[in-house]
């Protein structure tokens, strides 16, 4: 039976990648798959496969069609988790689609893919 394995990034500098995403979300780097075009991360609490990451020469898209949304529960953990991304070499973008009162802040992490970081106290379901 078919079944979704787990989101996979396309970067540019593999190691890069994985010091900014093992700590932007509390993962761990994998032996599993290990390759030197790929790797796979893991809960740091032992929650199996959460993201692979996988060398590539494709260019980025200013515009993704598919993007990680990250959550937190209110605008003060927003405001403090874009700070905290930044630090770790997340970038601001300069983001022309922005709707009227975002429940969202776009970052692009340190090989330019863009993610979000959603507030869930402001978003339209209400979380």
Known sequence: ?????????????????????????????DDEWA??????????????RVLGLMSSTSPLEPYPRIHLDLFVDTAAE????????KELGARDVDWDRYPPNPDFVVLADPDGNRFCVVDLSSAPSGG
């Open 78 to 85: 927003q405001e403090a988790e874009v700070a905290r991304l």
């Open 35 to 48: 390759s030197d075009g790929w790797r796979t991360l893991v809960g740091a609490d032992g929650a199996g």
């Open 1 to 29: 039976m078919l079944r979704l394995g787990l989101p996979v990034i396309g970067v540019s500098d593999l190691p890069r990648a994985v010091e900014f995403w093992t700590a932007a979300l509390n993962l761990v780097a």
